[in-house]
């Protein structure tokens, strides 16, 4: 993944994306076609949505939406996609969310 740039302002909404890549095609795989993907947001314990959450998973989970960002969730946020038995892919960022930053709503594409 890779956000330019990687600030942004409280109360905005911030959507991740977790693509793979076939290695023999280089083309995006359909997210319906991996075996799992996994956030995580500043552990190695993986995301699991609840009542209270103001994240939401979508898409297969490759995708993550942060809504109403605050400044704890600042920090470095890690995708995990198996694409079968043996195969795993990871990217991660890190963002940085402050009242001083003027940036909403951006749209991050990770690779592998």
Same mark, same amino acid.
């Given at each position: 993944?890779?956000?330019?740039?990687?600030?942004?302002?409280?109360? *905005? %909404? /911030?959507? $991740?994306?977790? #693509?793979?890549?076939?290695?023999?095609?280089?083309?995006?795989?359909?997210?319906?076609?991996?075996?799992?993907?996994?956030?995580?947001?500043?552990?190695?314990?993986?995301?699991?949505?609840?009542?209270?959450?103001?994240?939401?998973?979508?898409?297969?989970? *490759? %995708? /993550?939406? $942060?809504?109403? #960002?605050?400044?704890?969730?600042?920090?470095?946020?890690?995708?995990?996609?198996?694409?079968?038995?043996?195969?795993?892919?990871?990217?991660?960022?890190?963002?940085?969310?402050?009242?001083?930053?003027?940036?909403?709503?951006?749209?991050?594409?990770?690779?592998?």
């Amino acid at each position: 993944m890779t956000l330019t740039p990687p600030h942004y302002k409280i109360g *905005s %909404t /911030l959507e $991740l994306k977790c #693509l793979v890549r076939s290695q023999i095609t280089g083309e995006v795989i359909n997210p319906t076609l991996l075996s799992s993907v996994s956030w995580y947001a500043n552990s190695d314990i993986p995301l699991a949505p609840s009542a209270n959450a103001r994240f939401r998973l979508m898409n297969g989970n *490759s %995708t /993550l939406m $942060l809504y109403h #960002l605050m400044k704890q969730d600042s920090g470095e946020y890690r995708c995990r996609a198996n694409t079968g038995p043996y195969a795993e892919a990871l990217a991660s960022v890190v963002i940085m969310v402050d009242s001083k930053c003027c940036f909403g709503r951006l749209r991050s594409y990770g690779g592998f």
